[in-house]
């Protein structure tokens, strides 16, 4: 749940890392450091606080070195503090390392270290890496990386520099990501590709217990037993900017308005031509008897709408299982189980977990990921990439939007294959689904009035989001978005359940959203409005809808008609921009809410 990168080459590795810090640092925010190899050996500056924090000390400081580590944490053991910020040091400042994951075994070795004398200076599980190391330390640094390895329980990706080896990073991983880069000048290890994106598009992927050993002009591989490796270099596509702002105040803003085109992108590569095409292809839906969808947050919401479409267009029956629940409940799920995992990261431990459950019960898996080269991507049988490129912010919207339509494909391919529907639905289902960019588009056009909307939402302390079917999928995924950007409480209900408990929550200060999409069910979503306006809410009606009259209590945000089943893409734009403008209105970080990071690669 943190950022590392580290840099061995022939420039300055201080702005490197810190400009590598300020691409991670979507992965955790509590504190941030580095580490230096200078001429008087390991420079170490770590700061509590954001990034910011850290390069407001380093503006006195003439560190300089071609060596170094950087961190960025998001907090598990031992609050946020400067202490315990990352790089750490063994007590004889000759190891020196950042990790990002959880020693599991740390309370016992640490113990066992104290007992030998071993004096730690912070309440983290990381630091006995570096104290660990010193104590085994032998004079080869490969040698005690693997002792090291051999000794932690638990997860990691970590770099690891000596006092007596001015030229040399390792870098090690198990469960959680690390990636190492080549470059002109130098070569890189980090958590993830847009770190080192300014300096290189060519990288490998480490795999678990696998070894880098980075020097300035050269990088060696090694599994544990010291063997010699041979890796293949990959070339990334994501672009430069894709990475950077790019004049938008935030990053959220940015990846909100590039949606048009990771759909275009997705459907291509999905439909046209392009590796998700053949996989699709290939999947025999017809040796399947059911199919069990998991996944966290944003990704278990597009879960939900998949869940709909599947059963809708194919007739088999889903069942959508947060990955945290699924992954402790015995699932009964076998060879006739298609297991489908979605995740951005790619890294989500809860969502690895549930995987490799569901392979242990022999269940076929298939991934929707947007990162190459992770761990879900890597181990599931198929994998589908969402087409999204890097995304920063850490609320999701344009990753969400790209697994959506990988979905709806993916049902409407099943439903063929499956015969449940003519050529001539699948025809317009299709057709659907390729306009929906320019749909999205035209949403995009009604920025201000959205905008000017939220800006009168700010002070409401209570949100609810209805709907009913396909509607009530995505109302799932507005409240999660308000919430966790803007700090309003938010809920949201099927429209049916309004009546069995929540309504008693509905007062004058409440605003309450209604999705409206279910032609067959508009009539009921309007009866729970007039519920919710009569005791008193405010409501504002995101939908296809050409009936309603607005009034003081009752506001209307428009969206194009669509087929009802793939409505959640466009209801989904105004409800990622209302929320944005609610928090932006309110002057929060909406690219780092409080408490939040992008991956979850803890439990
Ligand atoms: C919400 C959000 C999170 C993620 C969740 C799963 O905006 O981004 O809820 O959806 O943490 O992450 P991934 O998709 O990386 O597995």
Redesign the pocket.
């Known amino acids: 749940m943190c950022g590392i990168i580290g840099y061995a080459g022939k420039e300055n590795a201080v702005p490197i890392i810190v400009d590598g810090l300020k691409k991670l640092e979507y992965r955790g925010y509590d504190s941030a450091g580095i580490a230096i190899y200078g001429v008087d050996g390991f420079d170490v500056v770590k700061q509590k606080g954001r990034l910011a924090a850290l390069e407001a000390r380093l503006v006195d400081r003439t560190i300089t070195g071609c060596l170094g580590l950087g961190h960025t944490r998001w907090a598990t053991h031992g609050e946020p503090s400067d202490e315990n910020s990352h790089p750490h040091l063994g007590s004889k400042n000759k190891i020196a390392i950042v990790h990002n994951g959880i020693i599991e075994n740390y309370k016992r070795l640490k113990e066992r270290l104290e007992q030998k004398g071993v004096r730690f200076a912070s309440q983290t599980d990381s630091e006995v890496i570096a104290q660990l190391a010193e104590n085994y330390y032998n004079g080869d640094l490969l040698d005690t990386v693997i002792h090291v390895m051999n000794t932690l329980e638990g997860s990691y990706a970590m770099g690891i520099m000596c006092i007596d080896d001015p030229d040399t990073i390792i870098a090690v991983k198990k469960d959680n990501p690390l990636i190492i880069g080549v470059s002109e000048h130098g070569n890189f290890m980090a958590s993830d590709v847009p770190a080192i994106l300014k300096h290189t598009n060519k990288v490998y992927y480490l795999n678990d217990k696998e070894i880098a050993v980075l020097k300035k002009d050269s990088v060696q591989f090694y599994n544990i037993d010291k063997e010699s490796l041979e890796k293949s270099l990959e070339t990334i596509t994501w672009s430069l900017d894709s990475a950077e702002k790019g004049g938008y105040p935030h990053f959220m803003l940015k990846e909100i308005t590039e949606q048009p085109k990771i759909i275009q992108d997705t459907i291509q590569s999905a439909l046209k031509s392009g590796e998700n095409k053949t996989i699709i292809d290939n999947i025999n839906i017809k040796s399947f008897n059911k199919i069990v969808i998991t996944?966290?947050?944003?990704?278990?919401?597009?879960g939900v709408v998949a869940k709909y479409v599947f059963e809708k267009l194919c007739r088999i029956s889903v069942e959508v299982e947060l990955?945290s629940e699924f992954r402790y409940k015995d699932a009964i799920i076998d060879e006739k189980t298609l297991v489908i995992l979605?995740?951005?990261?790619?890294?989500?431990a809860?969502?690895i977990a549930a995987m490799r459950e569901a392979k242990s019960k022999g269940a076929v898996t298939l991934s929707i990921?947007?990162?190459v080269g992770s761990t879900?991507a890597k181990e599931t049988d198929f994998c589908l990439y969402t087409a999204a490129g890097p995304?920063i912010?850490?609320?999701?919207?344009k990753?969400?939007s790209a697994?959506l339509v990988l979905l709806y494909i993916l049902a409407v391919n099943f439903a063929a294959k499956l015969e449940k529907i003519p050529q001539e639905t699948e025809r317009m289902l299709l057709a659907e689904i390729t306009i929906l960019p320019d749909k999205v588009s035209n949403i995009l056009e009604h920025v201000p009035y959205i905008q000017m909307y939220a800006s009168s939402c700010i002070g409401y302390k209570s949100v609810f989001f209805l709907g009913r079917n396909i509607d009530y999928a995505i109302a799932l995924?507005g409240s999660?978005?308000l919430k966790?950007?803007s700090y309003i409480h938010s809920e949201a209900y099927a429209g049916g359940e309004l009546k069995h408990g929540p309504i008693s929550l509905v007062e004058n200060d409440t605003l309450v959203v209604a999705i409206s999409n279910c032609g067959r069910l508009n009539e009921k979503i309007t009866s729970n409005v007039e519920q919710v306006i009569s005791r008193g809410a405010k409501v504002l009606i995101i939908g296809n809808r050409t009936d309603i009259q607005q009034n003081e209590k009752l506001s209307l945000i428009s969206i194009p008609e669509i087929y009802e089943l793939f409505s959640p893409s466009l209801s989904v734009i105004v409800l990622q921009l209302f929320s944005y403008y609610v928090a932006a209105n309110k002057g929060l970080d909406i690219d780092k809410p409080r408490n939040?990071a992008?991956?979850?690669t803890v439990e």
């Not at 996944?295 to 597009?302: F, H, L, T, V």
């Not at 912010?393 to 919207?397: E, K, L, S």
Request: a negative charge; one cysteine or more; hydrophobic letters at 40%.
């Open positions: 996944a966290c947050g944003s990704a278990y919401n597009a990955a979605i995740s951005q990261s790619g890294e989500t809860d969502t990921v947007n990162v879900i995304e912010a850490v609320a999701t919207t990753a969400f697994q995924e999660l978005k966790e950007i939040l992008k991956s979850v």
